[in-house]
């Protein structure tokens, strides 16, 4: 089976940029795909199709994918974006999630 | 605007049978995969299955193939997902969300519903 890996948690400070990694066996060769999740909340699509940003996400979240890692990056992060953020491919008729990073911003 | 909107908690002993619904609207329901994902207590998202409301196909998790039914009544534009032998550790939140995207390419979940919890408890 296809596993996708996140760090558990990044923290960073208010203002700053926060840059949270998938990585996967040639992960750049498909789509990776962004949700966040805040605390007794439903997911939330972020970014898509590697880059691409659904409409009312804020232009300061960006994504990249190449080689083996997906990078989602929050820049001048605030503190609503404090959440748990989990990356998402699709891989031999599968939906696969990463474990989740949680991100603290203090 | 597309919602997805997902039945109320449950509380149930081990063996016993649920089924939960997911009911669309604000968009054609039988042209987009609907798909379930678990979240158990305190972890992360485990994708379980997928159905196309159109026709009733299905696509599954290997892990949770033979646990789970997932159908859709288009004519109510409802989507299920059953169990017939409740254990403790399908104890977790249940979302519903609108598959987008292409087989070929990718797919990923654009639109998701409130959750349902389910506690598995005797």
């Known amino acids: 089976s296809y596993d996708l890996t996140q760090a558990p948690s990044v923290s960073v400070s208010p203002g700053q940029t926060a840059s949270i990694t998938c990585s996967g066996d040639?992960?750049?060769?498909?789509?990776a795909y962004w949700y966040q999740q805040k605390p007794g909340q439903s997911p939330v699509l972020v970014t898509y199709e590697n880059t691409k940003r659904p409409s009312g996400i804020p232009e300061r979240f960006s994504a990249s994918n190449s080689g083996n890692t997906a990078t989602l990056t929050i820049s001048e992060t605030q503190p609503m974006d404090e959440a748990d953020y989990y990356c998402q491919a699709w891989d031999s008729n599968t939906v696969v999630f990463g474990g989740g990073t949680k991100l603290t911003v203090l | 605007e597309v919602q997805l909107v997902q039945s109320g908690a449950e509380v149930k002993r081990p063996g016993e049978s649920l089924k939960i619904s997911c009911k669309a609207s604000?968009?054609?329901?039988?042209?987009?995969?609907i798909g379930w994902v678990r979240q158990m207590p305190g972890q992360g998202l485990q994708w379980m299955g997928l159905?196309?409301?159109?026709?009733?196909?299905?696509k599954y998790n290997p892990s949770f193939q033979g646990q789970v039914t997932i159908s859709a009544d288009k004519s109510i534009k409802t989507a299920y997902l059953q169990w017939n032998s409740l254990r403790a550790s399908d104890t977790a939140i249940y979302y519903c969300?609108?598959?987008?995207?292409?087989?070929?390419?990718?797919?990923?979940?654009?639109?998701w519903g409130q959750g349902t919890l389910v506690t598995v408890a005797s």
């Open positions: 969300a609108r598959l987008s995207g292409y087989f070929t390419q990718g797919v990923y979940f654009g639109f």
């Open positions: 159905v196309y409301p159109d026709d009733s196909q299905t």
């Open positions: 040639r992960l750049g060769d498909k789509y």
């Open positions: 604000g968009y054609g329901f039988t042209g987009y995969w």
